[in-house]
């Protein structure tokens, strides 16, 4: 292969498993998706010769770019840029540090994973609901929740709907937050934007409050943004978690459900959440509602969907009214 200009990220790493040989390449293979298999056997096949000055660029940049990120295990981010500056220069390693970010998706605010939760949302309960909801859409979701119950009421309700809503952050206003959070570490964000927070993020953090905080936060959501409170309790339950729920509160949730409802919510769930609702209803029952399901035919993915969700209002209303628990992180469940 001769260099007629900048190698991608694919034509590198196609070199790279050239010159490691067949059995090495095998190895690297078996921790690759089926797709980037794919993609990577044909870049080696449209290979025809490597020159070895490009072979020697290649294992080079890769034998950097390993020596930075066992720097980052090491000390983290600032740590491995220092040590790099000391060996190849500040250009040299901020090239390094960027590739890494962007190849090995090396996260912001890697101080905040490390603290405890406890002591984070100390550090970080007077700053703006903003800078709240930037750190918490890097947290995962259990550090999240703890922080956010933690937080006074008003404040978890402003943070909510701001990590609802964010979408994109440009790398500057990350690197000066997690500067002015953590003078010691700063991200070499190589990508136009960063994606973090959204629908998904809230969700998984609200799964994990207690009931209290996520009531007041929804509650107060409902007030400020009610379409955004409304799309978040869609995805607060889904009908794949009926398996979550103890036996007594899935023969509650039956009684409430229409068989041909029931059938239709069937149609493309997973086997675990059938032997779930089967398990809980007479033989009778449960030999009708599989003849129903044989003999439904061809259905709309929408009515599907929409079948679902309604006996996911049925689990919310009879939680709301005590009847059915969903277990939630952040709180214990005592059934006496």
């Given at each position: 292969m001769a260099r007629t200009g900048p190698l991608t990220g694919r034509q590198k790493?196609?070199?790279?498993?050239?010159?490691?040989?067949?059995?090495?390449?095998a190895s690297v293979f078996q921790h690759l998706h089926e797709d980037d298999i794919e993609q990577l056997t044909m870049e080696i096949a449209n290979v025809r010769q490597v020159q070895p000055e490009v072979r020697d660029d290649v294992i080079s940049e890769f034998g950097q770019l390993v020596q930075a990120q066992e720097y980052i295990t090491l000390g983290g981010i600032n740590y491995a840029r220092q040590v790099l500056e000391v060996a190849l220069g500040e250009g040299k390693a901020q090239e390094i540090i960027g590739r890494?970010?962007?190849?090995?998706?090396?996260?912001?605010?890697?101080?905040?994973?490390?603290?405890?939760?406890?002591?984070?949302?100390?550090?970080?309960?007077?700053?703006?609901?903003?800078?709240?909801?930037?750190?918490?859409?890097?947290?995962?979701?259990?550090?999240?929740?703890?922080?956010?119950?933690?937080?006074?009421?008003?404040?978890?309700?402003?943070?909510?709907?701001?990590?609802?809503?964010?979408?994109?952050?440009?790398?500057e206003v990350l690197f000066e937050v997690e500067g002015v959070l953590e003078k010691k570490l700063a991200s070499f964000v190589t990508q136009e934007y960063t994606e973090a927070g959204g629908l998904e993020s809230v969700v998984d953090v609200l799964n994990r409050v207690d009931r209290g905080t996520e009531r007041t936060i929804m509650e107060g959501l409902q007030d400020v943004d009610g379409e955004l409170a409304d799309e978040i309790k869609k995805r607060m339950f889904v009908f794949e978690d009926l398996v979550t729920l103890d036996d007594r509160s899935v023969q509650l949730v039956l009684r409430e459900v229409d068989n041909r409802e029931l059938a239709l919510a069937l149609k493309m769930s997973s086997d675990e959440v059938g032997q779930k609702i089967y398990r809980n209803m007479s033989k009778r029952a449960s030999d009708m509602l599989k003849e129903d399901l044989e003999y439904l035919g061809p259905v709309r993915l929408r009515d599907v969907e929409e079948a679902q969700q309604k006996i996911v209002n049925v689990v919310r209303r009879l939680e709301e009214a005590g009847e059915v628990i969903i277990a939630r992180g952040g709180e214990e469940q005592i059934i006496v």
């Open positions: 790493a196609a070199i790279l498993l050239i010159t490691l040989g067949p059995e090495l390449s890494l970010t962007a190849s090995l998706q090396v996260r912001p605010f890697d101080f905040a994973r490390k603290t405890d939760p406890g002591q984070l949302a100390n550090f970080i309960q007077n700053e703006h609901p903003q800078t709240i909801a930037l750190i918490l859409a890097y947290l995962d979701p259990d550090h999240a929740g703890i922080i956010l119950s933690s937080l006074p009421g008003d404040k978890q309700i402003e943070v909510t709907r701001r990590l609802a809503t964010m979408d994109h952050t440009l790398p």
